[in-house]
Nanobody
Framework: QLQLVESGGGLVQPGGSLRLSCAAS????????IGWFRQAPGKEREGVSC????????NYADSVKGRFTISRDNAKKTVYLQMNSLKPEDTAVYYC????????????????WGQGTQVTVSS
């Protein structure tokens, strides 16, 4: 079974940057679209960004456009989320999840999820 592990979270001041990684293991064949989601305390999970299996297509939530960049290195089986100009409202647990092959569709189509990594933006 495909497994995903997030890393790179931590504490950062407003305006700072973090780079999250989503590493895949037990990939037996093919590629997956990878989405980033986040959930703050008392809030519902929301989509942040997604990248298609080839990396050719990406999308972003309006709240992070121009600040976050998603990318992937299929040779390393890793998807990245570069987060710049971080704001306190970006504070959340960030999860990556996998589906095939494109990012369009429902959140329920993401069948495999990582354990999450905490991002805290505070002065």
């Amino acid at each position: 079974q495909l497994q995903l592990v997030e890393s790179g979270g931590g504490l950062v001041q407003p305006g700072g940057s973090l780079r999250l990684s989503c590493a895949a293991s037990r990939v037996t064949s093919g590629f997956y679209a990878i989405g980033w989601f986040r959930q703050a305390p008392g809030k519902e999970r929301e989509g942040v960004s997604c990248i298609s299996s080839s990396g050719a297509s990406t999308n972003y939530a309006d709240s992070v456009k121009g600040r976050f960049t998603i990318s992937r290195d299929n040779a390393k089986k890793t998807v990245y989320l570069q987060m710049n100009s971080l704001k306190p409202e970006d504070t959340a647990v960030y999860y990556c999840a996998a589906k095939g092959v494109s990012c369009s569709g429902r959140v329920d189509d993401f069948a495999v999820w990582g354990q999450g990594t905490q991002v805290t933006v505070s002065s």
